[in-house]
């Protein structure tokens, strides 16, 4: 099984719609017996709520199913063999002080068509849910090919 964990801050806008948006990749890839897709926050203000209510919009208008809660990521969650997927730098700094050698620790916009943005921001205040909901699109399009070429799926 090929483990794929997105994270941000909160675990309630960018990275369950993260998580959304590439199970449904995954799924209308006939590939959800082989590619596991999981959300953390890397902080714990939110832990156990659903996901914003931004995010669920917007889902909700892709046709796009989803009710995860929001948890904080561990440890446990860095196995050198999962794809840890960032979507800012900030993150991935605070993913960098939790598990420094990581060896598949990336920014879901290392995966994008377009070089211009590298970070996903964050909605929480901005509320540009249609606009992360295009980056994030994009960035698992990139995602998906890259570990199907890597893990020959
Ligand atoms: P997220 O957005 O990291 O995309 O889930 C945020 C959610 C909550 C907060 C910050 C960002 N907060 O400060 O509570």
Redesign the pocket.
Known sequence: MVRVLFV????????PMAEAVFQQMVDEADLSDQIDVDSA?T?S??VGEKAHHGTRRVLAQHGIAYDGRARKISRQDMDPKTYVVA?DASNLSNLQALSSQHPRLYRLLDFSSQSAVRDVP???YSDNFDYVYDLVTDGCRGLLATIREQEGL
């Open positions: 941000c801050l909160g675990n309630i806008c960018r990275s926050g902080g203000w939110h979507m964050d909605p929480y």
